[in-house]
């Protein structure tokens, strides 16, 4: 009964080499996260998608970019992979209706390994 | 610039007995606070929850208190259970025009011993 799924669960590619990780939910959540965490540190928010509107934080490097083309997926796109970039890619979800309050919703990640 | 702090990285605790983890923030903006628990190879999911407005929140063996003034929340777990083994992650709701944006703490890992 998996709510946000994400694929593939480990990934490893080669240094430069482009590189797409996936995300999908079934809550029909209008908010998705991408969140990139390294061993022992926080969770650090690249990006949100609030409905189709994109929100890239101040410091979210260029390499990395996103698309969502429909409320259920989500794509995180590496363009040239770099040393720095292995880590724990998370993707969430959570319903923002102004109003309501609500949590978010973590797939269990992809663990990026860069070669 | 950490917003959000754990103090401790890593906790242990027998079981039966108290667990509380720490968490402070920097950002007086924030207008909710919420725990989250990873297990290894999982997503953090989400455990307890308290508003600003609001200075306790209790749901079973969870109770999660807010102090404003000092900016600190404190996640208490009675009696902690060895499953509760798992690293805990504190995190604030910042508003903005863009909706919602979450921070989290780096995580304090918490050991509870048989």
């Known amino acids: 009964d998996a709510m946000v799924i994400q694929n593939p669960r480990y990934q490893v590619t080669q240094f430069g080499k482009p590189v797409t990780l996936s995300c999908s939910q079934t809550l029909n959540h209008n908010v998705m996260y991408w969140y990139q965490q390294k061993s022992s540190q926080a969770p650090k928010l690249l990006f949100h998608y609030y409905d189709k509107d994109f929100n890239n934080e101040a410091d979210t490097p260029d390499n990395f970019q996103s698309r969502r083309p429909n409320t259920s997926f989500c794509f995180l796109d590496i363009r040239s992979p770099g040393l720095g970039d292995a880590a724990m890619y998370l993707c969430a979800t959570s319903r923002d209706t102004g109003l309501y309050t609500d949590t978010q919703y973590f797939g269990p990640g992809t663990r990026l390994t860069v070669l | 610039d950490q917003q959000v702090k754990q103090n401790s990285p890593s906790l242990s605790v027998q079981e039966g007995r108290i667990s509380i983890l720490n968490c402070d923030y920097t950002n007086s903006m924030f207008d909710y606070f919420l725990w989250y628990k990873k297990y290894p190879a999982e997503g953090p999911t989400f455990l307890i929850s308290?508003?600003?407005?609001?200075d306790k929140n209790e749901d079973g063996r969870f109770t999660v208190f807010l102090n404003k003034s000092a900016k600190h929340l404190s996640l208490h777990i009675v009696p902690s259970q060895p499953g509760d083994s798992a690293v805990y992650f504190c995190a604030a709701r910042d508003r903005d025009n863009y909706g919602q944006n979450f921070v989290f703490g780096p995580g304090t890992r918490l050991s509870v011993l048989p």
């Open positions: 308290i508003s600003s407005i609001k």
